[in-house]
C-alpha cells in the first residue's frame, strides 16, 4: 500500500491497486473547490501519472456530502476579465485532464454533489449513487448569475442528452441518486452499506459506458439548433435577459462552442462581472447568512401539533409531515379536518411516485378534532382566525397542557404578541412563527419576537424552521412584521395609479419589467382584496384607500378567491388584456413606497440590519434577487 498526503486529499492505493483519493477540505464544515484544493488534484494527478493505479476512486470525507461546489468566496473576488478567465481555465483544464487519463475512474457521490462537484464528478468515467435522502446533483451556477464553466456544459449533455442537461443548468434543480440513474447520469445507485464494495466492482470492471441513444447523439450534434431555439423560447418565458444573461450564456456557448467558455471570452468576461452574479453571489450569503439562525440550538422537533385546518394551518401541517415530523391537525370536527387533508394527499401525490412513501408521509398527518396531540407535542402552532378574544381561549387552553420546554408559536399576520400573550402562565415562552401562502412554494418564515420573549424560545424556533428547510428571519413583534410591512404600501400605490387611469395590465407589466415575479395589482388580487383593505388600514397609516380597490371590494369582487378583482379568474389564473406602455418612471414611483418602508423598519429595529431586511423581502416577496434587495438595489443606484 502506498499512501500521499496533502493537506485537503489524502490518496491511498490499496493491495488490489486501486487508488482511493479522499477530499477533506480542512477547517471547512464542506468540501468546496478553492485554487488550493484544485492545485493539490493536480499534484495528485501528478503522482498518479509517474505510477499509474489499477483505478482511481474519488470520494469524500465530509459527513455533509461529496463538493458543494466551488469556492464562492473566491468567485466573489473577481475584479478583473483576466482573473474571471484565470478561474474557468483552471477547473476545465484539470478536468479534462482527469478525463483523459487512461485508467478507468469513478466518483462516489454520496451527499450533495453541486456545481464543480458534478463536473469532477462528470470528468470520471463512472458516477457511483448513493441511494439516500442526502445525495442530490446538480448544476445551480445560474442562481448565482453565472455558468458551470468547468466542463459541465460539454458532459452533462453527453451523459444524460442536451434536453435533460439544459433543463437541469437552465433552471439549477437537483435530482435524487434514483433519478441520476434513471436519466444516466450515474451509471447506478447503491445503499451505503455496499458502496465501497460496488465502486471498486465498477473500476475493475473497466467496463465502456452506455452510449447515448442515436436520437440524442443527434441532438448533441447537428441538431443543436433544435434545443437551442426551444431552451431559449423557455428561458424568456420566466428570465429576461438584461436581468438574467447568465442562462442565455449557457445556451450560446453549449450550441456555438461545444461547452467551452474559454472558446467565447467575451461572454466569461460579460457574465463573470456583470452586476447580475455580484448581486446573485450577495443573495447567496444573504440565503447563508438565513440558514445560521437556530443553529446554535439543540431543538430538534419530532411531534408537531397545528390548530386550525384552514389553508394555512392544513399546509403547515402538512409541509411538516412531509419533512418527517408527526404531526396531529386540530380542528372543531373531522368535517373541518378533511379538506386540508385531502389537499395535503393531492399536492404529496404530485411529487412523491413512491405509492409506499406517499402513504407514510399520510400516516404521519393525524386527525385530531380533540387535540390529544398538543401535550405530546414539540411544537405547538396555533393558526385559528384572527380574532383575540377566540386566540386566548384556545392559547389558554394549550398552555395548560403542553411540555414545559415546548415551542409555542402563532401563525398570526396581524396582531402583536404582547395582546396575545397576556393569559399564559409564562408570556415570554409564545414566539410568532409566520408561514406565507403558499406554504410549500415560500422559503421565507419570519420568527417573531416581542419584547421580553424567551431567547431559547425563539432560537428553537428558528431551529424547527430550518429542520423543516425553510428559511427563519427574526424580527421584532410589529404590525405586518417585515413583509406585509412592506408589501402593503407598495400594493396600495399601484392602485392609487390604477386611480389615475392607468391600467392595471400596464401597472402590472411596469413591474414585470422591473424584475418582479407578479405584478402588484395581479398580487392583490392573489393575496384577496378584502386583506388588501385591512392591511392598508392598520400599515397606511391611516391614508385614505384607492377608489378602485374600495369599488371592487363594496360589489364583492375579492380577487382569485371569487373569480372577479381588478382580473377575471379562470382555473387559477388571471385573464389579462393587453398591456400599455408603461409612462417614464413608474417602477421607479411604485418600488419608493416599498423600499421606503423597508428602510423605515431598519432603523425602528424590526430587522436587525439592512442585509436581513433585504434577504427577508427577496425571500419573502420575490423582489428582483438581480438587484441584490430593495436597499441594496437603492444604494446602487445612488452610485
Not at 483552471?90 to 458534478?118: E, M, S
Not at 423560447?233 to 462552442?257: E, F, L, N, T
Request: aromatic content about 6%; glycine content about 10%; some cysteine.
Amino acid at each position: 500500500m502506498m499512501n500521499f498526503n496533502l493537506q485537503h486529499w489524502q490518496i491511498v492505493t490499496e493491495a488490489d491497486g486501486i487508488a482511493v483519493a479522499t477530499l477533506d477540505k480542512q477547517g471547512a464544515a464542506a468540501n468546496a473547490l478553492s485554487a488550493e484544493v484544485l492545485g493539490e488534484f493536480g499534484q495528485l494527478l501528478d503522482r498518479l501519472d509517474a505510477d499509474p493505479p489499477k483505478g482511481l476512486i474519488i470520494r469524500s470525507g465530509k459527513a455533509a456530502g461529496f463538493v458543494a461546489g466551488a469556492d464562492i468566496q473566491e468567485f466573489s473576488q473577481l475584479d478583473t476579465a483576466e482573473k474571471g478567465r484565470a478561474l474557468v481555465a483552471r477547473g476545465w483544464d484539470l478536468f479534462n485532464r482527469l478525463a483523459a487519463v487512461r485508467y478507468p475512474t469513478l466518483a462516489l457521490v454520496r451527499g450533495h454533489c453541486l456545481g464543480g462537484g458534478l463536473e469532477l464528478a462528470l470528468a470520471c468515467r463512472y458516477l457511483l449513487a448513493v441511494d439516500e435522502p442526502g445525495t442530490k446533483m446538480g448544476l445551480p451556477e445560474v442562481m448565482l448569475g453565472i455558468f458551470p464553466g468547468w466542463g459541465g456544459m460539454l458532459r452533462l449533455p453527453e451523459r444524460v442528452g442536451p434536453a435533460a442537461a439544459m433543463d437541469m443548468m437552465l433552471t439549477g434543480k437537483t435530482i435524487d441518486a434514483r433519478r441520476a440513474k434513471r436519466m444516466g447520469l450515474a451509471d447506478d445507485a447503491v445503499p451505503p452499506r455496499i458502496m465501497d464494495r460496488a465502486a471498486r466492482m465498477m473500476v475493475l470492471s473497466n467496463a465502456p459506458r452506455h452510449p447515448l441513444p442515436a436520437t440524442q447523439r443527434l441532438l448533441n450534434g447537428p441538431l443543436k439548433s433544435v434545443v437551442a431555439n426551444g431552451a431559449r423560447k423557455q428561458v424568456a418565458k420566466r428570465a429576461r435577459p438584461q436581468h438574467y444573461p447568465a442562462p442565455y450564456a449557457i445556451i450560446d456557448i453549449w450550441a456555438k462552442h461545444n461547452g467551452n467558455a474559454l472558446a467565447a471570452p467575451e461572454l466569461v468576461d460579460g457574465i463573470v462581472r456583470s452586476p447580475t452574479a455580484r448581486n446573485l453571489v450577495r443573495v447567496f450569503f444573504l440565503q447563508e447568512r438565513l440558514k445560521s439562525f437556530g443553529k446554535d440550538s439543540h431543538f430538534k422537533a419530532r411531534r408537531v401539533h397545528v390548530v386550525g385546518a384552514g389553508t394555512m394551518g392544513g399546509d403547515i401541517a402538512a409541509w411538516c409531515a412531509l419533512r418527517g415530523m408527526t404531526v396531529t391537525l386540530q380542528d372543531q370536527g373531522l368535517e373541518r379536518i378533511a379538506p386540508a387533508l385531502k389537499r395535503a394527499r393531492e399536492n404529496f401525490a404530485r411529487r412523491i411516485k413512491d405509492k409506499l412513501q406517499l402513504r407514510a408521509i399520510m400516516d404521519r398527518l393525524i386527525p385530531d378534532p380533540d387535540g390529544a396531540g398538543a401535550a405530546h407535542a414539540d411544537v405547538v402552532i396555533e393558526a385559528i382566525f384572527e380574532n383575540v378574544e377566540a386566540k386566548h381561549a384556545l392559547l389558554r387552553k394549550l398552555d395548560a397542557v403542553m411540555k414545559p420546554d415546548a415551542v409555542l408559536a402563532t401563525n398570526t399576520s396581524s396582531l402583536k404578541l404582547e395582546d396575545l400573550r397576556t393569559v399564559l402562565q409564562r408570556p415570554g415562552r409564545l414566539v410568532g412563527i409566520h408561514f406565507f401562502n403558499p406554504v410549500a412554494m415560500m422559503p421565507l418564515v419570519e420568527v417573531v419576537a416581542a419584547d421580553g420573549a424567551d431567547p431559547a424560545m425563539v432560537q428553537a424556533a428558528c431551529a424547527f424552521v430550518r429542520q423543516i428547510d425553510k428559511l427563519p428571519l427574526p424580527v421584532r413583534s410589529e404590525p405586518g412584521f417585515l413583509v406585509n410591512a412592506v408589501l402593503a404600501p407598495y400594493m396600495l400605490e399601484a392602485m392609487r395609479a390604477v386611480d389615475e387611469g392607468i391600467s392595471p395590465e400596464t401597472v402590472d407589466e411596469a413591474m414585470l419589467a422591473f424584475g418582479m415575479p407578479m405584478g402588484p395589482v395581479e398580487l392583490a388580487d392573489t393575496v384577496g382584496l378584502d386583506i388588501a383593505v385591512a392591511a392598508g388600514r392598520q400599515l397606511a397609516g391611516g391614508a385614505e384607500a384607492p377608489r378602485c380597490l374600495m369599488a371592487r371590494v363594496d360589489k364583492g369582487q375579492l380577487g382569485k378567491k371569487t373569480g372577479q378583482g381588478f382580473y377575471a379568474w379562470t382555473a387559477g389564473k388571471a385573464q389579462k388584456g393587453a398591456a400599455g406602455t408603461p409612462p417614464p418612471q413608474l417602477a421607479a414611483r411604485l418600488v419608493k413606497p416599498l423600499i421606503d418602508r423597508v428602510d423605515h423598519l431598519v432603523v425602528t429595529g424590526v430587522v436587525a440590519d439592512a442585509d436581513l431586511a433585504d434577504a427577508g423581502v427577496i425571500f419573502g416577496t420575490g423582489f428582483a434577487p438581480f438587484t441584490g434587495g430593495p436597499l441594496n438595489y437603492r444604494k446602487t443606484q445612488a452610485q
